[in-house]
T-cell receptor
Framework: DTAVSQTPKYLVTQMGNDKSIKCEQNLGHDTMYWYKQDSKKFLKIMFSYNNKELIINETVPNRFSPKSPDKAHLNLHINSLELGDSAVYFC?????????????FGPGTRLTVT | SQQGEEDPQALSIQEGENATMNCSYKTSINNLQWYRQNSGRGLVHLILIRSNEREKHSGRLRVTLDTSKKSSSLLITASRAADTASYFCATPGTYKYIFGTGTRLKVLA
């Protein structure tokens, strides 16, 4: 069974469009995250949710809106896509917040904006 | 930026050799973690070392931590082609993890 799953794996779209990425974890973890990995492989935290509540928003443009309908799901909606949004987006989860335990990552969603 | 630094940025070795990569970080920590990322995949947790530990082993992996120097090293012994990947260190921040810049390891068969 996949621990952290994301859909879609690839997303190719044009500038100005709106798109969503879905994430689900079946580990029973309390905390979920979205990361952006750029072409140089830098991994940057975007959002962190704990029990469906937003606890971190790392100065991400408000075109990005995460939503957590329950603690097993964390979706990411992006409005008015820009070229600079092209990257790989990873969802992750951990048992509790605060970096005390390991994180489990999804396979990533490669977003290409043309 | 809080991001940690890893060196080298890239490392190419022959199968059977040992690979060492280093991580420096900026703040006080209670643990440090290492992750591996194979090409096109998500990160996989390798090992966690707590601030009161100096060394930890897991199979062919050996991790050291020097909190006075704010640095850690990951040693992979007897490397295999399957070890080819990017390796990241991560330190806990406030409700988040801070990842290093990564070391790209290539093991040549």
């Amino acid at each position: 069974d996949t621990a952290v799953s994301q859909t879609p794996k690839y997303l190719v779209t044009q500038m100005g469009n709106d798109k969503s990425i879905k994430c689900e974890q079946n580990l029973g973890h309390d905390t979920m995250y979205w990361y952006k990995q750029d072409s140089k492989k830098f991994l940057k935290i975007m959002f962190s949710y704990n029990n469906k509540e937003l606890i971190i928003n790392e100065t991400v443009p408000n075109r990005f809106s995460p939503k957590s309908p329950d603690k097993a799901h964390l979706n990411l909606h992006i409005n008015s896509l820009e070229l600079g949004d092209s990257a790989v987006y990873f969802c992750a989860s951990s048992q509790v917040r605060g970096g005390l335990y390991e994180q489990y990552f999804g396979p990533g969603t490669r977003l290409t904006v043309t | 930026s809080q991001q940690g630094e890893e060196d080298p940025q890239a490392l190419s070795i022959q199968e059977g050799e040992n690979a060492t990569m280093n991580c420096s970080y900026k703040t006080s920590i209670n643990n440090l973690q290492w992750y591996r990322q194979n090409s096109g995949r998500g990160l996989v947790h390798l090992i966690l070392i707590r601030s009161n530990e100096r060394e930890k082993h897991s199979g062919r992996l050996r991790v050291t931590l020097d909190t006075s120097k704010k640095s850690s090293s990951l040693l992979i012994t007897a490397s295999r082609a399957a070890d080819t990947a990017s390796y990241f260190c991560a330190t806990p921040g406030t409700y988040k993890y801070i990842f290093g810049t990564g070391t790209r390891l290539k093991v040549l068969a």
